[in-house]
């Protein structure tokens, strides 16, 4: 739902829409940006605001990076989607890398129970088959080592 713009364009206009958009989700500095900007802030405001957030530390990247990487992980979303994700927002390939180590995933495990989820417990048939579940699997995001040892036979019975 699109919002009319705030009737005034001053700091503490942008202050408040801010936190009202960080009450609702954690946001990256360059989403928050785009958002602040989109509602006709000019650029030098969001710029204050964005900076006062971030030292009073109601807006963290590491804090936003953590619960987005989590929040994927759940959805059953593998690591090269998620790193892929996060560059689409903004956030450096450093912190990226430390929050997916952070996250402490079996990311075989979230592979196999991806797989069985979506296609049952039985292994794949025939290549047709096989090829179909690997295409869904690197959409999700898992490499190739993943996915190869999610379709084996023996790798889903636990």
């Known amino acids: 739902m699109r919002r009319s713009k705030p009737e005034a364009l001053d700091e503490p206009a942008c202050t408040q829409v801010?936190?009202?958009?960080?009450?609702?989700?954690?946001?990256?500095?360059?989403?928050?940006?785009?958002?602040?900007d989109a509602r006709g802030f000019p650029a030098e405001v969001v710029a204050a605001v964005v900076a006062a957030l971030e030292s009073s530390g109601a807006l963290a990247e590491a804090r936003f990076t953590e619960t987005f990487v989590r929040s994927r992980v759940g959805k059953g979303r593998g690591p090269q989607r998620i790193r892929s994700e996060l560059a689409q927002r903004g956030v450096a390939d450093a912190d990226v890398a430390t929050a997916l180590g952070d996250a402490d995933v079996d990311w075989l495990a979230t592979a196999r129970a991806v797989r069985r989820k979506r296609f049952g417990a039985d292994p794949?048939?025939?290549?047709?088959?096989?090829?179909?579940?690997?295409?869904?699997?690197?959409?999700?995001?898992?490499?190739?080592?993943?996915?190869?040892?999610?379709?084996?036979?023996?790798?889903?019975?636990?």
Not at 19 to 36: D, S, V
Not at 140 to 151: K, P, T
């Open 18 to 36: 801010a936190l009202a958009l960080l009450a609702r989700r954690e946001h990256g500095r360059r989403e928050l940006t785009r958002k602040l």
């Open 124 to 158: 794949p048939s025939d290549f047709r088959e096989r090829a179909r579940q690997a295409r869904f699997l690197e959409y999700r995001g898992f490499s190739r080592d993943q996915i190869r040892a999610a379709l084996e036979l023996d790798g889903d019975s636990d």
